[in-house]
């Protein structure tokens, strides 16, 4: 079981950097807006909340172009195949994976560049990096499930977006709050914040782990 | 039709309670009222999302299309009653805070949740000529009903919220003197009795429009 889960999970990967396509538009797309909000800024934002809703809203954003993980499976027909090797639970194990891998890399990038192009100052460096994984891995796990969904239900683009923003707004919100701490002087307790992630991002992969194989199969 | 005549019954008696037996809060005076009917409205709402999600569940477990016209219906129910308690909510924080939206963590989590069901109203539209679009539906309402103890119970409360603690709190109490608590508890019987009226005539229209795209198929 896990040689087929890894096998799978590097068969992705090699898929992924062979296409480059998640890759490419991720790193464009992220690129491309904090230049733009700094272009037209002009590096004048002061506030630390309207820096991290800038910064949360850009890397939710990007992960939204993470879902052509499901579409490649759609597009080239190649679903069927992998149900012939993989069973749908290590197929959404995989992905889940790979998804969270992009997210916490674009989550890592999006933010470094951020503080580099606004010259913001991280007053809680600790926290602010752990926040900024386990946000993108809450996100990368809520989003895993609704970017089958979208694939099966063969609609791109919008309905993804529409689908994921409701029931990703409660982690993008604590991590809002909380990196606006991380961007001001006060002293403050992350914890909680932290633990909201995970046991939401917990809950919801178990879930979606249960229900991926019923739609799966059914495609 | 039973029913109906019953619920009648209780819903005038109800607001006959509500609008002149019942005396009014102290410090919060007339305004105090409406609670009568926004905690019941918000009672509903949120019986409605779980039944939508069991259904959902149910229609995942046993592929049983009745499952999927009462989750339909019950989506289409607890939307209706949300947009109510958003307005009552609204009306009252008028008067007692000054304005109709203060991004109270409470008022924020119900908008939330009206907002993941306008997302399962666009996936419906979308997957509605799908083959497997029932059960596209279905996972997501599950997945909306494991992420809205999130939205209603734990997010508001990592926060400082305007709003009173709610009538049915963290300690199980309700804090009312019994007349108030009398009320209230006819007034929710009363919405509960509308709720399964108006799950009985949506699941018959959602079964009608079923059986009809069946035979133009």
Redesign the interface.
């Known amino acids: 079981m896990i040689k087929a889960l890894v096998c799978n999970i590097i068969k992705d990967f090699r898929i992924e950097f062979r296409s480059k396509v998640v890759i490419s538009l991720i790193l464009s797309f992220s690129v491309m807006v904090t230049i733009s909000i700094g272009f037209a800024s002009g590096g004048m934002i002061g506030s630390p909340m309207v820096h991290a809703i800038l910064l949360w809203v850009i890397i939710f954003f990007s992960g939204m172009n993470t879902a052509h993980i499901f579409y490649r499976e759609i597009e080239e027909n190649t679903a069927l195949f992998n149900l012939m090797y993989y069973s749908p639970e290590h197929i959404f194990i995989s992905k889940l994976f790979v998804h969270c891998i992009i997210m916490m890399a674009v989550a890592v990038i999006v933010g470094l560049l951020y503080l580099f192009v606004m010259d913001v100052s991280v007053y809680n460096p600790l926290s602010f990096a752990i926040l900024l994984l386990t946000g993108s891995i809450a996100l990368a796990v ?1 989003t895993t ?2 970017a089958a ?1 979208t694939a ?4 791109r683009g919008g ?1 993804f977006t ?2 994921s ?3 990703t ?2 982690i993008i ?2 991590a809002i ?1 909380s990196t606006t701490q991380c961007f001001s002087k006060e002293i403050f307790s992350s914890f ?2 932290i633990l ?1 992630l995970l ?2 991002s917990t ?2 992969g178990v ?2 782990y249960i ?1 991926f194989p ?2 799966w199969r ?2 | 039709m039973i029913l109906i005549i019953v619920d009648a019954l209780v819903m005038l008696v109800s607001l006959y309670l509500i609008f002149i037996w019942v005396p009014p809060a102290a410090i919060l005076g007339e305004t105090s009222r409406i609670v009568y009917l926004h905690v019941p409205l918000a009672w509903v709402a949120t019986l409605a999302f779980v039944v939508a999600g069991l259904a959902a569940i149910q229609y ?1 477990r046993k592929n049983t299309i009745a499952s999927i016209h009462y989750a339909r219906s019950s989506v289409h129910v607890g939307f209706f009653f949300s947009i109510l308690t958003v307005i009552t909510g609204s009306l009252w924080a008028k008067v007692m805070w000054g304005s109709y939206w203060n991004w109270d963590p409470r008022e ?1 989590s119900i908008t ?1 949740l009206l ?2 069901y ?2 399962y109203f ?2 419906h539209q ?2 509605r000529t ?1 083959p ?2 029932a ?2 539906e279905s ?2 309402l ?3 009903l ?2 809205s103890p ?2 209603i119970f ?2 508001p409360r ?2 400082s919220s305007l709003h009173p603690e709610p009538v049915i709190n963290t300690q199980g109490a309700i804090l009312l003197d019994t007349e108030m608590r009398m009320v209230l508890l006819i007034s929710v019987a009363a919405f509960t009795l509308l709720y399964i009226i108006l799950m009985k005539i949506l699941f018959k229209i959602h079964k009608l429009d079923y059986l009809s795209n069946e035979d133009e198929s």
């Open positions: 809520c499930i609704i969904i099966i239900a063969q609609a309905l529409i689908l923003f409701p029931i707004l409660p919100t604590v709050k909680s914040a909201f046991a939401f809950l919801l879930v979606s229900l019923y739609i059914e495609f | 995942i924020t939330l907002l993941v306008i997302a666009s996936l979308i997957v799908n497997n679009g059960m596209l996972v997501y599950v997945i909306a494991v992420a999130f939205l734990v997010a990592l926060y």
